[in-house]
């Protein structure tokens, strides 16, 4: 069992940054794929980021260049560091983890989830 807790959301301007975290506990955390995903209100979840283990990682192209993800393994730590966000950017943001060898942009590949923090990112 994994359990995931978001932090950071909040409102941003538009160009300016912002840092989400998300801590996790449980067994073998570091063997796990882990990902962002937001979903905007009347949308689908999407994916954001995703980070394997060897810290391989994986970008929507919304995102891509703006956006990085990391992982502290010392601190169980997921991080998105949000870089020059943008409105279309607002969304409630969650966090996750997966079995490896899952399709890393896929919500079916992941089974835990966080409960989600809300980005509004103001023009």
């Known amino acids: 069992q994994v359990q995931l807790v978001e932090s950071g959301g909040g409102l941003v301007q538009a160009g300016g940054s912002l840092r989400l975290s998300c801590t996790a506990s449980?067994?073998?955390?570091?063997?796990?794929?882990m990902g962002w995903f937001r979903q905007a209100p009347g949308k689908e979840r999407e994916f954001v980021a995703a980070?394997?283990?060897?810290?391989?990682?994986t970008y929507a192209d919304s995102v891509k260049g703006r956006f990085t993800i990391s992982i502290d393994d010392a601190k169980n730590t997921l991080y998105l560091q949000m870089n020059s966000p943008k409105p279309e950017d607002t969304a409630v943001y969650y966090c996750?983890?997966?079995?490896?060898?899952?399709?890393?942009?896929?919500?079916?590949?992941?089974?835990?989830w966080g409960q989600g923090t809300q980005v509004t990112v103001s023009s």
């Open positions: 980070i394997t283990w060897g810290s391989v990682t």
């Open positions: 449980g067994q073998y955390f570091s063997t796990y794929n």
């Open positions: 996750s983890a997966g079995a490896r060898g899952g399709v890393v942009t896929s919500t079916e590949s992941y089974d835990y």
